[in-house]
């Protein structure tokens, strides 16, 4: 069972455009939602988090909207430069079970100069 | 401040034989997590061990194992390898177990299985 679904599976945008992507959640025990930057031979790295009682976290060009009623969270990329072009998760966990995350599918981004 | 490392970064198996991964987490963590990442699954949680006890356990056969040592440093263990398990396994370290605590992820060791 997937349990975070995550849209699209690629996405294409030029400079300085933005990079808007969604994922959605099952388990209503979640309540901590990161997101993860991935580059080719690395490992993910945390980008951003949010936390259901807050509907919007800003960082930089980076963006969480929250939406506890519908179950979905997005990440906004404002500006987006090539630098950012990578492969993005999004996941959840149970704060009171540990540090088990649950990742959505991933999404490759491509900035085009 | 050193980082999380993975040994070794690559490895080369055969069907039918085990292999053990090693993870050393940042100074001063006390969780390690384990996690399968595949084309075709994506990133898969293992399991996650704090303070050298298993607190969580993803959904893999017993044929995956993992300890953790007093000094926080963790080994996974896969015996019996199939096609299956050729993946990169990535390692996270985080301060504690729990509360949304940064998770720092290591470079992960690609095994490929033949």
């Known amino acids: 069972q997937q349990q975070v679904k995550q849209s699209p599976q690629s996405l294409i945008v030029q400079k300085g455009g933005i990079s808007i992507i969604n994922c959605a959640y099952e388990n209503t025990a979640f309540d901590y939602f990161p997101w993860y930057q991935q580059f080719p031979g690395k490992g993910p790295a945390l980008l951003i988090a949010i936390r259901p009682d807050v509907s919007e976290k800003k960082e930089g060009r980076f963006t969480i909207s929250f939406n506890k009623s519908a179950k979905q969270f997005s990440l906004h990329i404002m500006d987006s430069q090539p630098g950012d072009s990578a492969t993005y998760f999004c996941?959840?966990?149970?704060?009171?079970?540990?540090?088990?995350?649950?990742f959505g599918g991933g999404t490759r981004v491509l900035v085009k100069p | 401040k050193a980082g999380v490392t993975q040994t070794p970064r690559y490895l080369i198996k055969t069907r039918g034989q085990q292999v053990t991964l090693s993870c050393s987490p940042i100074?001063?963590?006390?969780?390690v997590s384990w996690y399968q990442q595949t084309p075709g699954q994506g990133l898969q949680f293992l399991f996650e061990?704090?303070?050298?006890?298993?607190?969580n356990k993803g959904n893999f056969p017993g044929r995956f194992s993992g300890r953790q040592f007093s000094n926080s440093r963790s080994e996974m263990n896969v015996s019996t390898l199939e096609l299956g398990d050729s993946a990169l396994y990535l390692c996270?370290?985080?301060?504690?177990?729990?509360?949304?605590?940064?998770?720092?992820f290591g470079q992960g060791t690609r095994l490929t299985v033949v």
């Open positions: 061990y704090f303070s050298e006890t298993q607190r």
């Open positions: 996941a959840a966990s149970i704060t009171a079970a540990g540090n088990k995350l649950t």
């Open positions: 100074s001063g963590h006390r969780s």
């Open positions: 996270a370290s985080s301060l504690f177990s729990g509360a949304g605590t940064e998770a720092f």
